[in-house]
């Protein structure tokens, strides 16, 4: 018998539950630890959630989208998802009064330009979780 991963096998069962991509991605998310967390919010506003802020502009965007962040701490992290819940860049952060401003130019951590399609910036911080819907069309 073949071994199947355990993000493959949970997949393909979603998709023969025919589960809406929405809500794959929290099941996921839940069972494999890493993905997109619980609460994805609005796709083109952030919404301050226990003193967090994840604002994406402009969203869909083609070349290159601002993450506006905002928490009570010095320093934050900003993970960003594909569809399937892969990390596919990371970014450290650390705030200026609780405050900054990063750029994604598409890209993924070895720098290889990435396909159109919906990504998620998952903000995490002492404060808690964050994540926005982005669409890239290029």
């Known amino acids: 018998m073949q071994r199947i991963r355990s993000n493959e096998l949970l997949t393909t069962i979603l998709k023969v539950l025919n589960v809406k991509t929405e809500a794959m991605m929290k099941v996921k998310s839940k069972f494999l630890c890493g993905g997109p967390p619980d ?19 402009p969203n869909p965007f083609s070349d290159r989208l601002s993450l506006s962040i905002s928490v009570p701490q010095r320093s934050a992290s900003v993970c960003i998802y594909d569809i399937e819940g892969r990390l596919v860049k990371r970014f ?20 290889r330009r990435l396909s159109n399609g919906v990504y998620f910036a998952k903000l995490s911080s002492a404060a808690g979780l964050m994540t926005q819907k982005a669409i890239m069309l290029r």
Do not use: M, P
């Open 39 to 57: 609460g994805i919010a609005s796709k083109e506003t952030g919404s301050v959630r226990q003193g967090i802020q994840l604002a994406l502009n």
């Open 92 to 111: 450290g952060v650390a705030l200026d009064h609780g405050q900054a401003t990063l750029t994604w130019d598409g890209h993924d951590e070895h720098g």
